[in-house]
């Protein structure tokens, strides 16, 4: 059985940091791109960081570059998402997405991870 499983949540300040990791079990991850989303409460799910199977091209949403990196380790099977000068905006919960190199192969979620700025 496939899993991607987040860890790194949590509750933290404003203008503090986290790290998420989603590791991966039982496909080959190196050949999947991988994806962090969010979800907050009342509003859609929003695409937040993308990284290439390799891991040499990144992409990132406009609310959050700057502030978030995300990365991966092939050899652990486990992506990362560095999150750095935290906002209460950016309260939601997160999800890793493994994406197929092609359509005959499944995607893959996670189940999430909580992250709340708050003071």
């Known amino acids: 059985q496939v899993q991607l499983v987040e860890s790194g949540g949590g509750l933290v300040q404003p203008g503090g940091s986290l790290r998420l990791s989603c590791a991966a079990s039982?496909?080959?991850?190196?050949?999947?791109?991988m994806r962090w989303y969010r979800q907050a409460p009342g509003k859609e799910r929003e695409l937040v960081a993308a990284?290439?199977?390799?891991?040499?091209?990144?992409n990132y949403a406009d609310s959050v570059k700057d502030r978030f990196t995300i990365s991966r380790d092939n050899a652990k099977k486990t992506v990362y998402l560095q999150m750095n000068s935290l906002k209460p905006e950016d309260t939601a919960v997160y999800y890793c997405n493994a994406v197929p190199p092609n359509v005959r192969l499944s995607d893959y979620w996670g189940q999430g991870t909580q992250v709340t700025v708050s003071s």
């Open positions: 039982l496909f080959t991850f190196s050949i999947y791109a």
């Open positions: 990284i290439s199977s390799a891991g040499g091209s990144t």
